[in-house]
T-cell receptor, first 111, second 112 residues
Framework: NAGVTQTPKFQVLKTGQSMTLQCAQDMNHNSMYWYRQDPGMGLRLIYYSASEGTTDKGEVPNGYNVSRLNKREFSLRLESAAPSQTSVYFC??????????FGQGTRLTVV | DAKTTQPPSMDCAEGRAANLPCNHSTISGNEYVYWYRQIHSQGPQYIIHGLKNNETNEMASLIITEDRKSSTLILPHATLRDTAVYYCIVSRVNTGFQKLVFGTGTRLLVSP
């Protein structure tokens, strides 16, 4: 039982490049989330998916797109990376009112 | 969702109880209080949550005041491994999901 798995763990991009961050959970949770955390800050919600087939914007959605591929997988895409998107990205999943489980993060640097 | 206020940092001696306060004076009736912690740069870890009654699990106890405007997370016997940033979050009960809004939390330092 792996919980929430994120790939890759580290990535360096050049400005303007695109990439997709992958997230998969094996707990049969309905809801999945993407957060970013900048140095010294709390986590900020980028996008979330309350259930398979739905996605909604969080606090900081600009510059990102998401896809809820199926119940297990929720990907985050940066179409044209910018230095301001340098951050640690966390994926999470949860059930209604229960605890949220977080992945170990993807450390992204945009140069 | 209601906002929360936490002290930026606290210290605790190893083996002593750590009491982390949280103010959520604008909490509404259908909002739960959640506590998470983040050790170093790992993903946040769930600790405990409650609505109005006090709660206890193997990690901690949660004391919520009768008016629900504040709460305290208690780690009964803090260890060095409890050094982390602790987040108090108030989250509305939604029909199908839980949206967590993280603040900057309390940085707890447990010392020998």
């Amino acid at each position: 039982n792996a919980g929430v798995t994120q790939t890759p763990k580290f990535q360096v991009l050049k400005t303007g490049q695109s990439m997709t961050l992958q997230c998969a959970q094996d707990m049969n949770h309905n809801s999945m989330y993407w957060y970013r955390q900048d140095p010294g800050m709390g986590l900020r919600l980028i996008y979330y998916s309350a259930s398979e087939g739905t996605t909604d914007k969080g606090e900081v959605p600009n510059g990102y797109n998401v896809s809820r591929l199926n119940k297990r997988e929720f990907s985050l895409r940066l179409e044209s990376a910018a230095p301001s998107q340098t951050s640690v990205y966390f994926c999470a999943s949860s059930e209604f009112r229960g605890e949220a489980f977080f992945g170990q993060g993807t450390r992204l640097t945009v140069v | 969702d209601a906002k929360t206020t936490q002290p930026p940092s606290m210290d605790c001696a190893e083996g002593r109880a750590a009491n982390l306060p949280c103010n959520h004076s604008t909490i509404s009736g259908n909002e739960y209080v959640y506590w998470y912690r983040q050790i170093h740069s790992q993903g946040p870890q769930y600790i405990i949550h409650g609505l109005k009654n006090n709660e206890t699990n193997e990690m901690a106890s949660l004391i919520i005041t009768e008016d629900r405007k504040s709460s305290t997370l208690i780690l009964p016997h803090a260890t060095l491994r409890d050094t982390a940033v602790y987040y108090c979050i108030v989250s509305r009960v939604n029909t199908g999901f839980q949206k967590l809004v993280f603040g900057t939390g309390t940085r707890l330092l447990v010392s020998p």
